[in-house]
């Protein structure tokens, strides 16, 4: 089982039946795993847990034996051994002990529509009647619990209720819990119970006894909230916005050097006020743009980990990093369009002083760049809030 892992199951292709000798026994590893089952290699998947003959419904497929270790102990596996430990609870993993106890047991592959599932925290028993020569799997939901960016995958498994893309807060989905509340590891259960009890709770309140004033510091505490988190969960937005100013301005300064002349040349201006004006109006759009490149990439690398994981690029983390991007951009437009021309205004009036077009262009753009970097993870904290909001609405 690799509940870690970025590999989906394909169910939709046809099973490809071992070209080696049939095994009377499937390596346990660290387990009891049922005689019926063997490892097989899937196309495009790495490898996959198959029942060799008929299986009943309610059979006792795998018990799981290895050692459980910490999160930061997980954390700490190779790439590899990462692939194969699943969680037992908030911060713990049962998994091998090492590379030689991998055997059919970790095998099982996710399917949102899975023929296997848990009986308490290290039996996992067939859901219904497994065919010869079908893939063993299970739903990842019911034993990984993680914060939205810390586990997501593509999934291909060809199922009607397939959710296209996995994560660690599947198991809070009420269509999955439905279907698959038995099959849950014990301490997801009691999350799940805890969850409901809560909803539950809030349901029952009367909203017609609450006084005005208890109205009024709830709608009041969403901005503070909103606030607080941007400070505590963004902040490094600030940082990343000052070290990209430098080759922002530094690239502006240059590009302007060659276009300024040019433009004079060409006649579109003449030296002094004219030259001045034009170049005061330019420059702040260049300056923008550079910055934008600048302070994006930066970003993109502060947060490489939401879509790059164990040396692989998740395609649709990735599209979603680009879409908090645009949603960024979008929130900014208002204010750095006061922004822009104030830059320019400043800009001329440096020149106009008589400081040198670099120095007055670098200046005014250190001037443009503190009054981006102060608002920049409020910013970032909202257009991923949103991003994430968008992507709830879409899966429900």
Not at 51 to 61: C, F, H, K
Not at 126 to 146: H, M
Not at 189 to 213: E, M, P
Not at 288 to 297: D, E, N
């Amino acid at each position: 089982m690799a509940p870690h892992s970025s590999a989906a199951l394909a169910l939709s292709q046809p099973v490809t039946r071992a070209t080696e000798p049939v095994r009377l026994l499937p390596r346990p590893g660290s387990n009891w795993v049922h005689p019926s089952l063997e490892e097989r290699e899937v196309p495009g998947c790495g490898f996959g847990a198959y029942a060799r003959q008929n299986i009943p419904a309610g059979t006792l497929l795998v018990v799981y034996g290895g050692r459980v270790i910490s999160l930061q102990e997980f954390e700490s596996l190779s790439t590899e051994m990462q692939n194969y430990p699943y969680q037992v609870e908030e911060e713990l993993f049962l998994g091998p002990s090492h590379a030689g106890d991998i055997g059919v047991g970790e095998r099982l592959n996710h399917s949102c529509a899975p023929n296997a599932g848990f009986r308490g925290a290290i039996h996992v028993v067939s859901l219904r009647e497994i065919a010869a020569g079908e893939q063993v799997t299970i739903d990842y939901a019911t034993c990984v619990s993680a914060d939205h960016e810390a586990f997501e995958m593509s999934c291909v498994c060809g199922a009607p209720s397939c959710r296209g893309v996995v994560t660690g807060e599947d198991w809070k989905l009420p269509e999955v819990q439905a279907r698959l509340f038995d099959s849950f590891q014990p301490y997801l259960q009691r999350k799940i119970a805890a969850l409901k009890a809560a909803r539950g709770s809030k349901r029952a309140v009367n909203h017609d006894s609450i006084a005005l004033g208890v109205r009024i510091k709830k709608a009041l505490s969403w901005p503070v909230d909103f606030v607080r988190r941007a400070v505590s969960e963004e902040w490094m937005a600030a940082p990343v916005a000052c070290i990209a100013a430098l080759p922002s301005n530094l690239a502006t300064c240059l590009i302007m050097e060659v276009l300024a002349p040019m433009l004079i040349s060409l006649g579109f201006v003449h030296e002094g006020a004219q030259s001045i004006a034009l170049i005061a109006a330019v420059t702040p759009f260049i300056g923008y743009a550079t910055y934008l490149v600048a302070y994006y990439a930066g970003m993109l690398f502060k947060e490489r980990r939401d879509f790059i994981s164990r040396g692989r690029l998740r395609r649709r983390a990735l599209q979603r990093k680009l879409s908090v991007i645009w949603l960024d951009f979008l929130a900014h437009l208002p204010s750095d369009l006061l922004v822009i021309p104030a830059m320019g205004a400043v800009q001329g009036g440096f020149a106009m002083a008589g400081l040198p077009q670099f120095w007055a262009i670098f200046w005014a753009q250190c001037i443009a760049d503190f009054a981006y970097a102060w608002k920049e993870p409020f910013y970032w904290h909202a257009a991923k809030r949103l991003e994430r909001w968008r992507f709830e609405r879409r899966r429900a």
